[in-house]
């Protein structure tokens, strides 16, 4: 406790304050435009840390990982773009919310409950981060197999109006995945000779092109129809009714997101995810997801934030990075002499007990420049659209192109938009493809890898408890909608009995 | 025209002709004049990018000019090579290289080999290891081989995917001890299989000292033997695999290589400057103070090594059965 406060002392110096809300403030920036994400932001500035003390230089990096994850939320919430992959989530909720001109109080619901989820993944960081690491361990690939399938399950509530259509979408991204090399022998896979499909299509340009562009493409199309909703900005500090809900449904997101943002190869993305998909199921009125309400915001939000604390302690504990976030952030570490692991806690506490504190004061960061930036943003939305529409279209280009600085990332982005655009005329929405394209290559690696390790037997998943738990929740969740409509129907039968 | 006002003209003249002229001549006399791009292969923030940067950090001082880092990550190192070796041969555009230098080729990925490549210094090197869990029943490697041995195909082994210098090194293995493994494929590098091993999810993994070494310090794996000529800085009390009797030295080798054709005393000047920045004691510290071993190669050592080290490959690709090159 004693070492907590002097971290905390230390971070109160004008100097390093400096240093986290700079960093936070580039996070948001960075994370808020479509294709730079908390990664890059981390990546682009490290270089610079190494000219600094490792503290300084790590309370950066913190801020523009917290900052990011969270600055990802503003345009989804007021472009229906996810500004980076972990707010996927954040757009079926979010933009409608935009769509009734409530913007300004979206981004007050999403920066509350990411605050909220930031600090409680900080918390867990403090204080449980061995019990974590341990857990963490235990997933091999037959518990991330079934993980993936966790998430792909999702597709049932991302695509509520029509399970068919959601189906083609994850299909749709599924094939997308199968592209580049093969995870287990290394045969390139539909190649066709291009180095640039070598490694994969990534999915930020597709994020980028399915959303971004397409979208603009919609509204185009729609200009002289409809008149663009004007954003009542109001108050953005969310009211008591606003934060009532946010105090009741914090805690699952939060816990879930901690827990799997701490399994290496899991993620920010992947907490959201879960977590939105578990609020559906035990949301009383299921039905009203995706249409704008506060829930919706609060179960992916919180999760995203969560994840950064739940990432960090497989970093500090025994210096596995478990995401790729995370690993830049080891490397930070690394070129600054300092080895995470145990041993960490042991030889530099200072250095441990700055970064706690300096995480919370992240994240007190993200909450005041988001609420301050939170009057400002939403009237981007209230711009004319001949103006709007040209700069986003850039900004997408700009976005996939700095991904890799290669013009290819652009392509691709274009024929993903443009492909989008006829996929939205169809009813078939972006988010299942995109959930596809994120869980394919973990579910095909860690399934083929699981079933290596058995020689074959498909009993490993069953024979793991976590992963028989999880295959458990997973069918379940895929049957929930039909044993709903049957419990519903006895229910009425009984009472049409009784009478 | 007066005199007053031809004198004018005239200065002008001259000055403006030594101005345009200048840094032609210089230019001429001393490299480098302007930035040098440095491209690396592999994505921002991964172990290449961050050899690449930390190295550069340190060197800029000494050659004068800046060194722009800039990413091109594609198949493995396969983009890059490709750009690299398109380049003027003028010694502004250099990169790095990992083993993948001399497996790309066999594999049929690009055209391109060692030999296209003018190598500037190799300035670090991870040997391949085998790593089992710290609580497993095996002490020395000849006790893990013969596990393997008596129960083929049933000893599990986390190693990345095939092309990986990882892969190779357990397949370089398996050769040599006559043994075969159920392995794990992994992508991304050593870490998952680690990660893997940690948890109990198999017996053993390959990986680096470098890669294994957080692992390490935290309890969880404990290496059984490293494939490297001398003992490992940080690992003193864990043999070779050469004295244990398995005669394998196979390293990931970290080098900057320059376009073919790039002149000899500009390849010198970069040496020149990187050498000074790998005998910096900050640089040398990092490095071995997490079990990674930094090198100064000069540019006739490197040619030498990669003309080993593509024979080796040749070796172990042909007989796993993947050897398709293009030339």
Known sequence: MDLFLTGLISILHPKMLFFIFGGTFIGITLGALPGLSATMGVAIL????????????????????????????????????????????????????????QGGRAIGIATTSSFV???????????????????????G????????????????????????????????????????????????????????????????????????????????????????????????????????????????????????????????????????????????????????????????????????????????????????????????????????GPLLFVQQPGLVYTIFAG????????????????????????????????????????????????????????????GGFFLRELAISPGPIILGLILGPIAESNFRGALELSRGSLLIFVQKPISLIILIVTISLLLSPFLRGWLLKTKSGLSAGKA | MSSRKFRGLFTFLVVVTI??????????????????????????????????????????????????????????????????????????????????????????????????????????EDPGGVWVATDAPWKTLAEFVNHAKSRPGEATIAASNPGSITRFQMMALEQEAGIEFNVLSQKGGAGPGLVALAGGHVNAAMGTPLEGFSLYSAGKIRPLGFMSAKRVAKYEDVPTMKEQGYPLVISTNRMIIAPKGTPADRVDTLYQAFLKAVHTPAYQNALESKGSTWLDWSPEKCKEYLKRQDAIFEKIIKKAGLYRPIN
């Not at chain 1, 960061?365 to 279209?393: E, H, T």
């Not at chain 2, 921002?44 to 800029?60: C, K, M, N, Q």
């Not at chain 2, 890059?80 to 497996?103: E, F, L, Q, R, V």
């Open chain 1, 46 to 101: 490290l270089p610079v840390t190494f000219y600094l003390p490792p503290e300084q230089g790590m309370l950066i990096l913190l801020g523009v990982y917290v900052g990011g994850i969270y600055g990802g939320s503003i345009a989804a919430i007021l472009l229906n773009i996810p500004g980076c992959p972990a707010s996927l989530m954040t757009t079926l909720d979010g933009y409608p919310m935009t769509k009734k001109g």
């Open chain 1, 117 to 139: 989820g930031g600090v409680i993944g900080v918390l867990a960081l403090i204080f449980v981060a061995p019990f974590l690491a341990q857990a963490a361990l235990s997933f």
């Open chain 1, 141 to 340: 690939p037959a518990e991330y197999a079934m993980l993936a399938f966790l998430g792909l399950s999702a597709i049932v509530i991302v695509a509520a109006k029509s399970i068919v259509k959601g189906f083609i979408g994850v299909v749709i991204g599924l094939l997308m995945a199968t592209v580049g090399m093969d995870p287990i022998v290394s045969v390139p896979r539909f190649t066709y000779g291009s180095i640039d499909l070598m490694s994969g299509i990534s999915y930020i340009p597709v994020v980028i092109g399915l959303f971004g562009l397409s979208e603009v493409m919609v509204q185009t199309l729609q200009m002289k129809q409809l008149k663009a909703v004007r954003q009542t900005i109001g108050q953005v500090f969310p009211n008591l009714a606003d934060f009532k809900k946010i105090f009741r449904h914090f805690f699952h997101p939060a816990w879930i997101g901690t827990l799997i943002g701490a399994l290496p190869g899991a993620g920010a993305s992947i907490s959201a995810i879960i977590s939105y998909n578990r609020a559906v199921q035990a949301s009383k009125k299921p039905d009203e997801f995706g249409s704008g309400i506060p829930e919706g915001l609060i179960s992916c939000e919180t999760a995203n934030n969560a994840s950064i604390g739940g990432a960090l302690v497989p970093l500090l504990t025994l210096g596995i990075p478990g995401s790729a976030v995370t690993a830049v952030l080891l490397g930070a570490l690394m070129m600054h002499d300092i080895t995470p």
């Open chain 1, 359 to 418: 995480l919370l004061m992240a994240n007190l960061a993200m909450l005041i420049l988001g609420l301050a930036g939170g009057k400002v943003f939403p009237r981007i939305v209230n711009l004319k659209q001949s103006a709007l529409l040209p700069s986003i279209i850039v900004l997408c280009s700009v976005g996939a192109f700095a991904i890799n600085n290669s013009m290819f990332e652009v392509g691709i982005m274009f024929v993903c938009g443009i």
């Open chain 2, 19 to 124: 101005m345009i002229t200048a840094p032609i001549v210089c230019a001429q006399k001393k490299f480098p004049n302007k930035p040098i791009q440095f491209i690396v292969g592999w994505g921002a923030g991964g172990g290449s990018d961050l050899s690449v940067r930390f190295l550069t950090s340190h060197t800029e001082k000494h050659l004068g000019k800046p060194i722009n880092v800039r990413n091109m990550s594609g198949g493995s190192g396969a983009k890059a090579y490709m750009y690299i070796s398109k380049s003027k041969p003028d010694g502004y555009t250099i990169g790095n290289t990992t083993s993948t230098i001399s497996t790309h080729r066999f594999m049929g990925n690009i055209p391109l080999g060692s030999n296209d490549f003018e190598p500037i210094i190799a300035f670090n």
